[in-house]
T-cell receptor, first 110, second 116 residues
Framework: RKEVEQDPGPFNVPEGATVAFNCTYS??????FFWYRQDCRKEPKLLMS???SGNEDGRFTAQLNRASQYISLLIRDSKLSDSATYLC???????????FGTGTRLLVSP | GAVVSQHPSWVICKSGTSVKIECRSL??????MFWYRQFPKQSLMLMAT?????????EQGVEKDKFLINHASLTLSTLTVTSAHPEDSSFYIC????????????FGQGTRLTVV
């Protein structure tokens, strides 16, 4: 089983749609969780950290469920500029390992 | 956010030569640095984790004698691809993290290596 698993997609959605991504992780000792965005041939950039209480940043909402070991990202009112690959990232305890999911590709069309 | 500078951004080298990639944290002390490799249409794959002043911890399948990692200071880590071959052609990215819980990891711009 992979340490961090994501549906690779692609998710094809029209502008204005709401889309949700899930990510599961296998190491229950994982410490911190993030969603990164990566555009083609560019470095990943932090989108948001994920906290147990859930957090929201504009159109983006992230949730963490430690009991079920999954993380979610919800994007509301999709924009064309949201088209990218979204990477689920798990930081394991003591900074021993920062593990990326395979990424979920999102394509927002007019 | 914090800045991590990685260079060169791209390099072309002959097969058999060595290439050094630098990763610098410009405005924070990077306790831990991660080195990743990304092949086309694939995700980032962790190659190794290094802590300042310690030997790097390599992931399974990554040759430590081929990919030399040095993390001599809290602001600089280097990855040297020794005796590069065409199959080493890839996108290499470093990431740096400081201390503390929920610390973000900041990424360099990446280095596109082409071995001919």
């Amino acid at each position: 089983r992979k340490e961090v698993e994501q549906d690779p997609g692609p998710f094809n959605v029209p502008e204005g749609a709401t889309v949700a991504f899930n990510c599961t992780y296998s190491n229950s000792a994982s410490q911190s969780f993030f969603w990164y965005r990566q555009d083609c041939r560019k470095e990943p950039k932090l989108l948001m950290s994920v906290y147990s209480s859930g957090n929201e940043d504009g159109r983006f909402t992230a949730q963490l469920n430690r009991a079920s070991q999954y993380i979610s990202l919800l994007i509301r009112d999709s924009k064309l500029s949201d088209s990218a690959t979204y990477l689920c990232v798990v930081l394991e305890r003591g900074f021993q390992k920062l593990v990326f999911g395979t990424g979920t590709r999102l394509l927002v069309s007019p | 956010g914090a800045v991590v500078s990685q260079h060169p951004s791209w390099v072309i080298c002959k097969s058999g030569t060595s290439v050094k990639i630098e990763c610098r944290s410009l405005d924070f002390q990077a306790t831990t640095m991660f080195w990743y490799r990304q092949f086309p249409k694939q995700s980032l794959m962790l190659m190794a984790t290094s802590n300042e002043g310690s030997k790097a911890t390599y992931e399974q399948g990554v040759e430590k004698d081929k990919f030399l990692i040095n993390h001599a200071s809290l602001t600089l880590s280097t990855l040297t691809v020794t005796s590069a071959h065409p199959e080493d052609s890839s996108f290499y990215i470093c990431s740096a993290a400081g201390d503390g819980l929920n610390t973000e990891a900041f990424f360099g711009q990446g280095t596109r290596l082409t071995v001919v």
